[in-house]
């Protein structure tokens, strides 16, 4: 798979080159960033953080979700977290995700993308390999399958992992009174799902970071402002 920035960097080779991206630079600016981690871990909060940062400096931006993201998408997040719906198997899960997501990148991710935005988006792929492939026991290989139909060669730039101990996690969310059909899957289901994506992770550290997500608000607010500006190349303190 190539990332948004790979993807752009072969369209300006294709029609013979960029003055701003010569074939020997370095790679473009990543555009797209996911926020992952397991419930509780806060990624909500810090994606709202960032996004007030990067308006405050005048970068274009959006912010997204998924499951949703679109009219479609939220209809089917509804039934993917509804807790009435607990009956649901594994396969449908996936599928119903991958429907949502098929529609997020043709309606949200990729305009927004050949617009020159920077798109923040809560969940992406990421969350399917874990919460599905480690957390259900779906094949890897056929999630990836699916993946490619629903979004093609798309994937982030740069992804986030606000990681923290399923028991922490879970914790908060029952404490905020948000629980839904996930988050009542059961202990196991959210450790194999940490593990998936800490495994993520290890697997391509260049596009993932690992955040401490235990500490307080604040300081997980600087680790990710100070990653973003480091990838961004820009201030937005």
């Not at 790979?6 to 960029?18: N, V």
Request: hydrophobic share 45%; glycine share 10%.
């Amino acid at each position: 798979m190539t990332t948004a920035a790979e993807r752009r960097s072969g369209a300006d080779a294709e029609a013979g080159g960029d003055a701003r991206h010569p074939a020997s630079a370095p790679s473009p600016v990543p555009r797209f960033i996911a926020f992952e981690g397991p419930e509780g871990g806060g990624k909500s909060t810090q994606i709202r953080a960032i996004a007030a940062a990067l308006a405050a400096a005048g970068v274009a931006h959006i912010v997204t979700r998924e499951p949703g993201g679109t009219t479609i998408g939220e209809q089917i997040r509804a039934i993917l977290l509804g807790t009435e719906n607990r009956a649901m198997v594994p396969k449908t899960e996936a599928l119903l995700l991958v429907a949502a997501r098929a529609q997020h990148v043709a309606e949200v991710i990729e305009p927004a993308l050949a617009r020159g935005e920077l798109v923040l988006c809560d969940r992406f792929a990421g969350a399917t390999f874990a919460y599905q492939g480690y957390g259900r026991g779906l094949p890897l290989a056929e999630l990836r399958q699916l993946q490619a139909f629903a979004a093609g060669v798309l994937i982030p730039d740069l992804t986030l992992l606000f990681d923290l101990p399923v028991e922490i996690g879970l914790a908060r969310r029952q404490a905020a009174g948000d629980v839904n059909r996930l988050d009542a899957a059961g202990l196991d289901f959210h450790r194999a799902v940490r593990r998936g994506y800490l495994e993520l992770a290890d697997d391509d550290p260049a596009r993932w970071r690992i955040i401490d997500a235990t500490r307080p608000l604040a300081e997980v607010r600087a680790e990710t402002l100070a990653i973003v500006e480091q990838w961004l190349r820009v201030s937005l303190g």
